[in-house]
């Protein structure tokens, strides 16, 4: 899927992955907002999560809606384009016009199933040769939540170098046998479904859209919190005043759940959402150290400081997870501050209208420019 908004940078290097596999070349479409002053030096990278693109902020030219994280980008917000360039892109195995299953080999045909298994690792070396392309040898920042904010981290090990800033948020650095087990479930209703055929379904009339949704209505419960669901739906009955005995939606939370399910196949393509997923199974930052979290980090040193942020009700990725990262960072003699926003809103909290936490990520950014040659544009 592609769209006017979006810029396409090809890298004709080959990208060898972690699984040994390699892509002859790939295509990331991204955004920029804001100007990139003279010296180069206040460059922003957003990083998505599981459900995102690169359309952060303004209108998503496929959905017509505001951009997924419009509430904390754009001018004079938290992540203010006025002051900062301001890069998202479409992650390596997206739908979005990035190389993923949904593309096509050089033969014509679609990768589908035969597209090779990637991690989030990947997905960070693909943005890399994106940042050196726009010529910026350091982000001011990196910021994401949750699947982006394991991107973000990544970022910080592989290249400290080039991140002085670094924003982790509602995430964790390991993905949980919990969170696999969701994963698992959605992997398992899109295969399921009639209409996937293996994976192979781009040349056909039909796509697993049953599978999606469902999926997608599963994934969405872990977004929000006992407390939310409770303020937006309670008990309350949709269109009615009595039960109807039967199976068709009665409550509010049915019928919402719904919505989003049907939302999310219009835009999203169903192998994307396997691969992706399968990339933040395989989420391990300490796997390569030992079991080790703080060996992971130990190589950044004051090369870039970190603000850990995570939400009371998020119990996707709770504030248990951020607080192991943070002490990990302690041991290794990182800067890292931290903040736990209390809010009943969930996961999603990062996404949504949260004056507390655009301000604590407001007052960071700003305040480590005194740390930093940044120059507004």
Same mark, same amino acid.
């Given at each position: 899927?592609?769209? @006017?908004?979006?810029?396409?940078?090809?890298?004709?290097?080959?990208?060898?992955?972690?699984?040994?596999?390699?892509?002859?070349?790939?295509?990331?479409? $991204?955004?920029?907002?804001?100007?990139?002053?003279?010296?180069?030096?206040?460059?922003?990278?957003?990083?998505?999560?599981?459900? #995102?693109?690169?359309?952060?902020? #303004?209108? @998503?030219?496929?959905?017509?809606?505001a951009g997924w994280w419009h509430e904390a980008v754009g001018p004079?917000?938290?992540?203010?384009?006025?002051? $900062?360039?301001?890069?998202?892109?479409n992650t390596l195995g997206g739908c979005m016009g990035t190389t993923?299953?949904?593309?096509?080999?050089?033969? #014509?045909?679609?990768?589908?199933?035969?597209?090779?298994?990637?991690?989030?690792?990947?997905?960070? !070396?693909?943005?890399? !040769?994106?940042?050196?392309?726009?010529?910026?040898?350091?982000?001011?920042?990196?910021?994401?939540?949750?699947?982006?904010?394991?991107?973000?981290?990544?970022?910080?090990?592989?290249?400290?170098?080039?991140?002085?800033?670094?924003?982790?948020?509602?995430?964790?650095?390991?993905?949980?046998?919990?969170?696999?087990?969701?994963?698992?479930?959605?992997?398992?209703?899109?295969?399921? @479904?009639?209409?996937?055929?293996?994976?192979? $379904?781009?040349?056909?009339?039909?796509?697993?859209?049953?599978?999606?949704?469902?999926?997608?209505?599963?994934?969405?419960?872990?977004?929000?919190?006992?407390?939310?669901?409770?303020?937006?739906?309670?008990?309350?009955?949709?269109?009615?005043?009595?039960?109807? $005995?039967?199976?068709?939606?009665?409550?509010?939370?049915?019928?919402?759940?719904?919505?989003?399910?049907?939302?999310?196949?219009?835009?999203? @393509?169903?192998?994307?959402?396997?691969?992706?997923?399968?990339?933040?199974?395989?989420?391990?930052?300490?796997?390569?150290?030992?079991?080790?979290?703080?060996?992971?980090?130990?190589?950044?040193?004051?090369?870039?400081?970190?603000?850990?942020?995570?939400?009371?009700?998020?119990w996707l990725f709770s504030t248990t997870e951020s607080r192991h990262?943070?002490?990990?960072?302690?041991?290794?003699?990182?800067?890292?501050?931290?903040?736990?926003?209390?809010?009943?809103?969930?996961?999603?909290?990062?996404?949504?209208?949260?004056?507390?936490?655009?301000?604590?990520? !407001?007052?960071?950014?700003?305040?480590?420019?005194?740390?930093?040659?940044?120059?507004?544009?």
């Amino acid at each position: 899927m592609r769209d @006017d908004k979006s810029k396409i940078f090809t890298s004709t290097t080959p990208l060898t992955l972690e699984s040994g596999a390699s892509l002859p070349h790939i295509d990331i479409a $991204y955004r920029t907002w804001g100007t990139l002053n003279a010296q180069r030096s206040n460059a922003i990278l957003l990083c998505h999560a599981l459900s #995102g693109d690169q359309h952060a902020t #303004g209108t @998503d030219p496929l959905t017509h809606k505001a951009g997924w994280w419009h509430e904390a980008v754009g001018p004079n917000k938290a992540i203010d384009t006025k002051r $900062y360039f301001v890069i998202c892109s479409n992650t390596l195995g997206g739908c979005m016009g990035t190389t993923g299953p949904q593309s096509l080999k050089d033969d #014509g045909t679609p990768w589908a199933m035969t597209f090779p298994v990637i991690t989030i690792r990947d997905m960070v !070396r693909a943005q890399k !040769r994106l940042i050196d392309h726009l010529g910026i040898r350091q982000l001011y920042g990196v910021i994401g939540g949750s699947m982006g904010g394991m991107q973000v981290l990544e970022w910080a090990c592989l290249y400290p170098d080039h991140v002085f800033c670094a924003i982790p948020i509602a995430t964790t650095a390991r993905v949980s046998a919990q969170n696999i087990a969701f994963h698992v479930i959605g992997r398992h209703a899109i295969m399921a @479904d009639p209409h996937w055929q293996q994976g192979n $379904y781009a040349s056909t009339d039909k796509t697993p859209e049953k599978g999606l949704a469902v999926a997608r209505m599963l994934a969405h419960i872990t977004y929000l919190s006992e407390q939310s669901m409770h303020r937006k739906f309670g008990r309350n009955l949709r269109h009615r005043d009595n039960i109807s $005995y039967g199976f068709n939606p009665d409550f509010e939370v049915e019928t919402y759940l719904h919505h989003q399910g049907q939302r999310f196949v219009a835009r999203f @393509d169903a192998n994307a959402y396997l691969y992706i997923t399968r990339a933040m199974d395989y989420f391990d930052l300490a796997d390569d150290h030992q079991g080790q979290l703080e060996r992971a980090f130990s190589h950044i040193q004051e090369k870039t400081r970190f603000l850990v942020i995570s939400f009371s009700s998020d119990w996707l990725f709770s504030t248990t997870e951020s607080r192991h990262i943070v002490q990990a960072l302690h041991r290794a003699s990182v800067p890292v501050s931290f903040s736990e926003i209390q809010t009943d809103k969930g996961h999603d909290a990062f996404l949504l209208h949260e004056p507390q936490f655009h301000t604590i990520m !407001r007052a960071f950014l700003h305040g480590m420019q005194r740390h930093h040659a940044i120059k507004t544009p």
